[in-house]
Nanobody, 118 residues
Framework: QVQLVESGGGLVQPGGSLRLSCAAS????????MGWYRQAPGKQRELVAA???????NYADSVKGRFTISRDNAKNTVYLQMNSLKPEDTAVYYC????????????WGQGTQVTVSS
């Protein structure tokens, strides 16, 4: 059984930084990409960042230049370094393991709350 365990969320002031971690356990036989989605109050869930098995990355326009996604293949862990955080980044962040080229198809973490407020 596959589980994705997220950590690193919390409360930070605008301009601050957080690093989210997501550790995958269990057998995943077809990984296309790992990434992070977020869902803010009143908004739909959106893709924040993703990294493919080959190392390619994609970012939402709203986070380009501020967020960096990385992975540790040996630990089956993906990270999201978030710098220069804004109140608009406040959301529940969900780790995701994509098993096809179609976004959203795969496994999901439980979500971790990120709140950016003074």
């Amino acid at each position: 059984q596959v589980q994705l365990v997220e950590s690193g969320g919390g409360l930070v002031q605008p301009g601050g930084s957080l690093r989210l971690s997501c550790a995958a356990s269990g057998s995943i036989f077809s990984i296309y990409a790992m990434g992070w989605y977020r869902q803010a109050p009143g908004k739909q869930r959106e893709l924040v960042a993703a990294i493919t098995s080959g190392g390619g990355t994609n970012y939402a326009d709203s986070v380009k230049g501020r967020f960096t996604i990385s992975r540790d293949n040996a630990k089956n862990t993906v990270y999201l370094q978030m710098n220069s955080l804004k109140p608009e980044d406040t959301a529940v962040y969900y780790c995701h393991v994509g098993i096809t080229t179609i976004q959203g198809i795969g496994y999901w973490g439980q979500g971790t709350q990120v709140t950016v407020s003074s």
